[in-house]
């Protein structure tokens, strides 16, 4: 198994290409642990079972750009889940699918660098690996 960049990394919103990504971070999945623990333990260990899963959340930054920010801003104003979908660029062409909101969007304008928006989608329910 040979290493991969992220470049060539395409972020959609539904069919629709997001662009001038800078960087991705996530999905953050998590699951819950829930103690289980008896009063009769054997070695004085705590037991856990297994919880309920988190599909956590996706973060981006991108450079602004007029149609990026509306479209985010189009997302964030929605009170349902749009689709979003990260396609690598692996050899295996591997993607990654979700439903999500988009739950934050600041607008970073700096003095001495280009201007940025840091978006992040909540996932609501499980992810895709296709």
Known sequence: MSAITGIGTVLKKATIAVG????????????ETIDS??????????????????GGTLSFDMQFTKAG???????FALDETEAFSLELPDTGATKIGFNGYVTDFPLDIPINDVMSCS?????????TVS
């Open 20 to 31: 001038q990504i800078l960087s991705i971070q996530g999905p953050s999945m998590t699951r």
């Open 37 to 54: 623990t008896t009063l009769d333990v054997v070695g004085g260990y705590r037991e856990y079972i297994t919880g309920l899963r988190d």
């Open 119 to 127: 978006v992040s989608i909540k996932i609501s329910g499980g992810i």
């Open 69 to 75: 920010y509306q479209a985010m801003a189009t997302s």
